[in-house]
Each structure stands twice: as structure tokens, then as C-alpha cells.
């Protein structure tokens, strides 16, 4: 047999399935009484939800239900997928094996879920749903599925090689070609199938299939569309009877079926990516795919590019007709629970129901320009083309400050996604939006996040509303993530006629531009204003509101309030706007267009910052979409085309990779730009030093300035004025959330329009009601927080600036935060010194005010952190810390503290940088609790240089990986290494990780205390820790491996452990499944006199009376066990009664025992409180969850008043009448500290 798998663990099958179980339970009754076809049919019946109840089990099932009955080759093959990870074909595989292998093989299999069950919640619903069938169940199957008895033709091919093939249509019937199995596969039988359309027939194409391919079983098919009058035109499906996906996929005709896949696609393309092999193999299975063609989907997937994969698959299947079709859609309806976006669809489908293809014509359809209409919509298009095709960029220079680009050369996609994750936010928006962006961005793009392409905002398969006509699409995107460029593409993409041809006209405008417009206007009128040329035809366009297109940009930028949860505006005539030549406000107007009350049938795009998406809430929002900015490969091609000298670009694009503060940034297009200002000259001019490169975000800024000033600042005599002035006006704009400065905002800081003032602010054109005007803004929002906190070390008089600190900082929506983090970072010489040179020295008295509030921040916020709230601050001060680079300051602030806590607390990687920082000047620091922080492994690494300082590290629930542990074993063999207790569990680590930790195990001299509960470390995973755990220097003495899909594969040696380590004494195996076998193995470990275990936890591990004689002798010869927890197993009475033996012994030391949940009754009572009732070092015991009656109340009331040295028993959830309660509760008070729990 193959490692792992156990031969004759059960007695020759009888015809009725016998189960160690609760007697009563209705469950085993019901598949007692179960025939063996009856069983077989169950299995088909179930045979999908089986499928993924059972993957994170698969190997486990299968060492329960094949037995002696599996071969090697099967049993390897089993293993060997489930290694690789694909657990949906393992269980696919182990279903198709048992139901080959007959009636004992299933009621093994039954027999085995009914003991794993309760830690399997898909199983378990499959169980109870069972007993509610009733004696009609098995005709209810029959009805949906058209079950029947294996076909004869079938049998006599069970133990055969493939049968007859016919080759391809009209091919010579002698032909060889044939299907080729794999040797798994021998006991499948094929029957006749007719070959691909149009293949060769002299052709000797061999198709070979893995055993995967056998939950396909095969029937009568033919090629493609075309070659068999008598195929089917319905789409038949398992699935879930009372799912009316399949219904509807069958009710297609192949017309619709064509239709539907073309409609959506481009989001099959991405939904497909992660199961694109799966759809092949089951394409190529039904003769519909060549083996050439499978193979060359498959040789793109084994290559990584998985979206060529998808599309390569998608054109095949369109090629080949209406059956392949149909064959692909039922694919999907099989594999989508576990393929989240493919779910999405089809549930999709499903709500649309007949009306879908109505939809999908609208969707398509084009309506025809009248005539006279023709030449104004050239004239439009020609108007925006002009009006878009170029980009301006700013820049630094005096001769140049803006550069212009054809739009199409520079422009650099971004990634969007179909949903917005978060519409309200506390944080400034830039901080918390890159948190997000950085954790799951790669993952949830490959899993379920869809991307959308702009020419999908409209009319396509992303409408969660489906208008007949008319959508509503808001666009997120946080400052500077290229919203407004964005949008400018999409006009210029359709006055190009790239998109969007069912748009006659589009109509885009600036919410900036809006709140010029002081009065009530029409839509004619606003129209006209911005695009004059319309004149007197816009009464033609109102006639087709089905081919306009309205854009609005910048909602947050709007000053007038539209709130879509106001009802007046559906009831009060002043506030409703349904006719274009009506008189109202702007918002009136913009309102009316997005509820599709003005124009209805017409569509509209708003875009805006996260902070006002609330403001959407309750608006008829069709698609939502957010910008993510630049993923991957993105952020490098973009300082590709910003830097002519690629040799530069190379070494600035270094430089941000290696700073993971600055590399977190430039997932936004307006970072980067910074980012190349700044950084731009430190690698072409040779006098500047590479170790002077900025590191931290203020640097990165001051160097910003530095370069204006070196420009610009020769323009001017007294720079440091000007900024002064400068910063003031943008202290006040950040307070008052402005980033629009006006000719007025400029006299009142006394500030004059200059070619020097020109290198900070940007000039606008603006409309107002009689001509253009020009309003200033900073290039971006952070430059404008940066030169506000400039401005505070500027000031001859440095005031009450703490005031003024810790008013901003009391802020609660996060407007200051940013500007808080520059102003302390100001305070340091490394960020200030660039800027003397122009601005002369700052006040230093200023500078050291800001030390001493930030100072004052963090003492004060260090013993507030129960609240999330609480964390968050602190944090931020961490972030003020690490801005300053002020060594001193952070030792004096934070040296004393011995705990750090941020559990719960959602942390990026820029995060754990900033608390590297802190950790690695601080040597106090004991433990570290970063519990559910979602820090992932790239958040771990960079921690990772600080770990081994500190002396107990709570890592739970943040999705480290193996790849993770790899980092921490490093920091383990550090040799100065003071980890003493490490909390890993809920990581998601498999065996893939047990080596590293291992090695790490079997060197480290500090651990002591290990936790990797709630992991998938498997038997062959602990195998590897046991071999580190019989080294001699290895010190753990408390190891934790609950829930981590352990068998009895693995007690052996795990008992060869235990018998050897001199350390180890505290050892929880709960929630596995060691069964029986498995603590009978360890038992002779436990009996062993070198074994120092103390506390051995094997609660709910599937264990019944035919281990207690085992338990029993460990207990009577075991002198260090104190403290065994045996809860939720089926030790039952006969177990008991056993262990009772054992508990009399003198020589047993037992302190807590926990038997809760065990299936006891009356009848073991009496046994237990006898031997209990001598045992004088029993503290804690608990006997809940049972069946105890009153019949025992007095020999339970006998072992509490007679066991003194008991502290604490347990006796909930048992069968006590309410007398029989009093009479246990009234022994509470019989002595100090005794607590009785009925």
C-alpha cells in the first residue's frame, strides 16, 4: 500500500452500513437502512456538493473508504494530486474510485464522513439534510437525475482497456484512433464516440486522459455541431436540483447560447483563468477539443499566461460551434462554486432569466444618426478630439514648465476593477486607499476582483441594474490616480470612434467648472455654454436620449449638495427637474440626468474621490467601478516612458523597488510623477551622493522643492517670504478642504502671480458667467499639505504651534494626517538640510517644539490602545517617528514600552516598515501582537530584520503562507535570536513550510512555546517537525497542532517524538482525526518513563472505547501527566469505565480531566465518582455535553464533597430535572473557591 493508506483498518463489508456513532442519531439510521443501490444512488445524487464538501479531506476519505480495496498506482495517483494542491480533482477522483469499487467502498465512505462531519460544515449540511427525505427519497432522486443502473455495456468494460472507438466523422471506420488511459484509468469504461468535425481520417491521434477525467463518464457523444442530427440541444447539468442556473442555461437555444457568450466574453476570459485547464480537459474529453488543441491550452497555462490560455480556449470553443458551446457553459455550472467570478456570472443569468436577451440586443444594437444631425456630431467629434489629444504635464523647469504629449504616446493604463471596495473612509484617503491596494491587490485581481475595460462601463455584461436602456457608472479613484486622464481618454477615444458607437453625442464636464454657474439654468442652456455650436438643433437630440452620454467629473470637487436620499426631490416641483428646458440648479440637473428622470434612457459616468461616494449611496448606480492604478509591471513602465534615458529610469525604478515606503507609493500615476521630479536628479548629476538619496516621504518632497527652488528661485530675492505666504494659503485650503485658490485667495496672502510662484501652483482656465478666468491649484494635494507644514518652520514666531498641532491632530476625518507626518518630518536635519540653501535655517526653536509635541503624541497615545481607534493612533505617531528619523526621540518615547499591540488592526507593508523602524532602535520591546492584521508575507518581510528581538511574537490570522515561515525560520537561527513563544496559527501553511521550520527547530535555543493551530500542515508535514522534535537541543516544551487535517499516518512519529524529546510537555492534538489507531501509537510513547508530557489535548479526534484500554494504561503508569482533555469523542460508558480503572491508581497524578461530550450515561457514573473520589490532586473536571440523569446526582454529589482537592466541575448540558440541579448547584458554597456549573 502507498505511505499513508491503511489495509484492512475494517471488517469484511456487511450489506448494511454499522457505525461507531451516536445510537440515536437519525443519520446513521437513515444510511443503515440503506440498500446497496440505494447507497449508490445517494452517491450520484450527491455527487457534485460531495465533491467540494470533501477537498480539504480528499486523502483523509480516502484512507477511510478505499482500504485493502484501492490499488498503489490509484492510491499514488490520489496523493499525488492532492500534493500538488488540486484538491477538487482529488475528491473528484476518490468519488470516481469508490463508486467503481463498489457497495463496501461507498459504505466505508459513508461510515467515514458521518465520523468527520462535525469539522466539515458542506458535509455536515449533506448529512442532516438526509433523515428529512423520508421513504420517498430515493424516487425524488430518480425523478431530477434519470438515474439508473450502470449500463451492461458499461460493466463488461469496468476491468478492461478503452472499447471500440469510431474516429472522426466520415473518418474509416478501421481507424486507430483511439483514447489512451492512463493506468488509473483501466477500470473506466468508454463507450463508442464519434471523433472531432472535420478531422483527419487516416489520422492516429491518441488522446491521453489522466483519471481526472473519470467523473465524466462517458456516453454516447459525437464531434462537433453538425455531426449527430440526434445531439442534444439542451445543456444538461449535475448541479443542484433546486438551482435554476442549469434550468435557464437549458432553456437556450443555440442562438441565445451564442449570444450569451459573446456578451459577456471578456469576463469570461478573466473568470475562466483559474480553471481554464479543467474546461479544456472536459472539452477534449468529449471529443470536441484534438488533443493538439488541448495541448496547446494547456502548455500556455504550465507557462504562467493564463489569460492567453482563457482567450486561446474562448476562440476554439466559438469555432467549433453550438455543441462545444453548450458543452463549455455546463463546465462552468459544474466548477463555479469554486471560481468566485464565474459564479458571479451565472447568478447573473439567473436574475435576468428571460429578459437577458432583450438586454444583450439593446446592448448591441445601433441606432441610425438622422441627417441633419451628421455634420454637427463631426463637428463635435472634431471639437473634443482637438480638445484631448494632447497631455500636459508639469514640470520643474523655467524654460519648460509644462510639456505636452499626444495623449495616445503617453498615456499608461491603469487597472480598474468592476466594484468599489469601501464608499465612506475616516483616514485620508491616499493613506488608507494604498493599505488596501497593497494587501490583496494580485491575489483578489486573480480570484475575484474583475477588471473592466473603459468600453465597459456601458451596455455590457458589468450592469447590476439592467435599464433597458440607460445606465448610471460611477468611477472611484483617490487624488492623482488618474480619474480626470481617464476620463479624457474615454472622449477621445469616442470621437475617434474607438468606443462607444452607439453614442451619438457625449457631453463631458468639470464639477470644477460647474460651480462657476451661481444661478438656475437648463440642461439647453448648460449644454450651450460649454459647447456653443449647438444652437437651436439640441431639441432634435432630446428625441434619442438612447445615444447621449453625459460625463461628470470630480464630484468632490462640487460645492452645491446633491443627496440622493432626499425624498423631496421626487415630490417637491422646485427640487424636480424632468424636462431639458427647465429652469432649475445645477444639481437639480445632474440629479435628474443620474436618476433617469431628465432624458431617461440617456447614460452617465460621475467620477469621484472615495470620501463623497456616499453621496452615491442612494443613487440608480448601475456600474461601479474603482481605479486601482498601476499593478505590477505598471509602476516600471511608467518611469519608462517618464525618463528618455533608460539607464535612468533603470536606476530610479531600483531605487523605489528597494524603499518600500516609496514603492508602496507609486501605485498612484501622480506619486510617480514626484517620484521622477525628485529622485531624477540624483542619478544624472554626478556631484550628487547616492547615500543622500531620499528614503523617507518627507525627503522625498523636500527634494521636490529643493529642485523648484534650484529652477526658480534666483527669480525672486526672498524665497523663504514667499513660501512663508505660500504655505499659509495652503494651511488654510487643507483645514478648509480647498484645493481651488483664486486671484482673490492670492491678495489676501499677498501673493503676486510670478514666473518664481508659477513653479509651485498651477494656472487654470476657468469659465465664469462672462468670460475666463484664471484659479490656481497645487500640482497635487500632498504638495500642498507638504508646503503647509514648510510654512510652520518659516514663521519668525513660532506662536503656540503645539495649539496648532494638536488641534489638527484631534481632526477625526484625517484631513491633517499628512500634514501632520511632513511636519514632523521637517524636524529632522536629513529632510531640512536641502532646503536651507534657498530658505536659510529653520527656527530652532520651532524645531524643537514639533520633537517635543511629537514626543508628548506617543507617550500619550503608548497606554491607550484597547480601541481600534486607540491603535490607529498610535500607529500614526509611529509614522511621525519615522518621518523624523530622530533615533533619540524614538528610544526615549517608546524604550520603555515591553508590549506592542496592533491586533485587529489592518496594517501594509509601509506600516510594518515604519514599525520596523521603531522595534529596531528599541530594545525593550518583549512582545509583539500583531493578530489579524492581514500583514501577509510581504508585510512580514519587513519585519523581518527586527523579529528576533523580540521575545513573543503573536502572528495569528495574517495569512503568512509557507512562504512567510520561510522568513521567520530565518529570524529563528538568528544566532542572537530571543523568540521565546510564537503564535502562528491560521496561516494557511501547508507541509510545504514544515522543512524550513524544522531546521529552524532543531537550532533555535530560545523557542519554547510554538502555536500552529488551524494551519494544513498534514501528516507529512509533522512527520517533518517530529524529526526536529527528536533532536536533543530542540527546547520546545509547549507545541499546538489543532485542526491541521492530522491522521494516524503520523502518530508514530509523532510517538518516536515523544519518547526521545526531554523537553517537550505540553502537546494539543485536538480537532484532527487520529481515530483509535492513532492514540493507541501514542499511548507506547506515553507509557515510556523518559516521556515529560504534562498536558495532552486530544479533544474531538474521533475516538471511541477501543482506545480507553490504551488511555487507561498511560494513566496508571504515566508520572507526569496532569492534565488530559478527551471532550467530544465517543469514549462512551464501556471507555470510562475503563479510564475509571486507571483513575483509581495511586500513582495516577491527574489534576483536570475533560470528558464533556462523550456519550456518557447513568451507567458510567457510579464507576468515575468512585475513582475520582480518591484522587486528592483532581482540580478541574468537566463532564458537560453527556447524558447523565438524576439517577446520578448522588454519586456526583458524593465526588464533589469528597474530592476537597476539586476546584471547578462542569456538569452543563446533561439530562438533570430542575430538583436534580438544585440538589448539585447547593453544593457551591460546601467549601472556599469550589464553583459547580450545571
Known sequence: MAEGFNSGVYPISSKRLTLDNDPNSKITEFLTNCEDDQLLLLTKFYRDRLEQAIEGVARLCLMFAACDHIGVKESHKVKEIADSGNLADCSKLLLNLVIEKGPRALRVMWESFVEMHRGLPKLEKILRELPTLGPDAFVYMNIPQGLSEVPS?????????????????????????????????????????????????????????????????????????????????????????????????????????????????????????????????????????????????????????????????????????????????????RMRHGVPKLDKILKETQELGADSFDYINIAHGLSELPTNLKDLQQKHKETLRVQTETLRVNTILIKEKVKIFQLVDRYAELTVISTVRDRTLVEHELLARGRDHEEWREKDLRRELEKIRTDQLFQSSFSQRKFKSGNSAAVSGVPGIGKTTMVQKIVYDWATGKIYPHFQFVFSFKFRDLNTINCRINLRNLILFFYPYFGNILGELWKNPEGLLFIFDGLDEFQDSIDFADNRRNTEPQYMCTDPECWCEVSDIVYSLIQHKLLPGCSVLVTSRPTALHLLEKADISVWAEILGFVGDERKEYFNKFFED???????????????????????????????????????????????????????????????LKNHGREIETPRDVLLKLGEMAYTGVSEKKIVFRNGDLIKYKLEPSQFLSGFLVELLEKDESAQSVVYTFPHLTIQEFVAALSQFLTPDPGEIGKLLSEAHSEEDGRFEIFLRFVAGLSSPQSARPLVEFLGPFLHQTTCRVIDWVKEKVEGQIGDTQTETGKRKLLNTFHYLFESQNKALVRNTVGSMEKLSFSGLRLTPIDCAVLSHVIGLCDTIKHLDLQQCYIQCEGLQRLGPVLHKCQELSLGLNKVGDSGVKLLSAALRNPECKIRKLDLYGNDLTDSCAEDLASAL??????????????????????????????????????????????????????SALSTNRSLIDLNLSDNNLGDSGVKLLSVALRNPDCKIQKLVLFHNALTDSCAKDLASVLSTNRSLIDLNLGYNKLGDSGVKLLSVALRNPECKIQELGLDNNVLTDSCAEDLASALCTKQTLRILYLGSNSFTDQSVPALRRLILTCSSLEWISLRENQFSLNGKRQLESLRGSRPGLTVRV
Not at 491521434?205 to 489522466?210: A, E, G, N, P
Not at 508602496?664 to 551622493?689: A, D, E, H, V
Not at 494544513?1016 to 489543532?1042: E, F, M, T
Request: with cysteine; charged share 25%.
Open 646 to 708: 533608460q539607464t535612468v529610469a533603470a536606476a530610479v525604478f531600483k531605487h523605489v523597488e528597494e524603499n518600500e515606503i516609496l514603492y508602496t507609493m507609486c501605485y498612484n500615476p501622480s506619486y510617480c510623477w514626484i517620484l521622477g521630479l525628485s529622485l531624477g536628479p540624483f542619478f544624472t548629476q554626478r556631484n550628487r551622493k547616492q547615500q543622500q538619496v531620499p528614503k523617507t516621504i518627507t525627503q522625498l518632497y523636500s527634494y521636490y522643492i529643493y529642485n523648484i
Open 153 to 333: 455495456n458499461l460493466k463488461e468494460c469496468q476491468n478492461m482497456g478503452s472499447s471500440n472507438t469510431t474516429g472522426a466523422e466520415g473518418s474509416d471506420p478501421t481507424s486507430s484512433t483511439r483514447v489512451k488511459m492512463d493506468a488509473e484509468c483501466q477500470n473506466m469504461g468508454s463507450s463508442n464516440t464519434t471523433g472531432a468535425e472535420g478531422s483527419d481520417p487516416t489520422s492516429s491521434t491518441r488522446v491521453k486522459m489522466d483519471a481526472e477525467c473519470q467523473n465524466m463518464g462517458s456516453s454516447n457523444t459525437t464531434g462537433a455541431e453538425g455531426s449527430d442530427p440526434t445531439s442534444s440541444t439542451r445543456v444538461k447539468m449535475d448541479a443542484d436540483p433546486n438551482s435554476t442556473i442549469p434550468q435557464f442555461l437549458t432553456n437556450c437555444d443555440d442562438d441565445q447560447l451564442f449570444q450569451l457568450t459573446k456578451f459577456y466574453r471578456d469576463r469570461l476570459v478573466q473568470a475562466m483563468e483559474g480553471g481554464v485547464d479543467g474546461v479544456s480537459l472536459t472539452l477534449t474529453y468529449e471529443r470536441i477539443f484534438t488533443g493538439q488543441e488541448h495541448g496547446k491550452v494547456t502548455e500556455l497555462v504550465d507557462k504562467g499566461n493564463r489569460a492567453d490560455s482563457s482567450k486561446l480556449l474562448l476562440n476554439l470553443v466559438m469555432e467549433k460551434g453550438s455543441r462545444a458551446r453548450r458543452v463549455m457553459w455546463e463546465s462552468f455550472v
Open 1002 to 1055: 532543531s537550532t533555535n535555543r530560545s523557542l519554547i512555546d510554538l502555536d500552529l493551530s488551524d494551519n494544513k500542515l498534514g501528516d507529512s508535514g509533522v512527520k517533518l517537525l517530529s524529526v526536529a522534535l527528536r533532536n536533543p537541543d530542540c527546547k520546545i516544551q509547549k507545541l499546538v497542532l489543532n485542526d491541521n487535517d492530522l491522521s494516524d499516518s503520523c502518530a508514530e512519529d509523532l510517538a
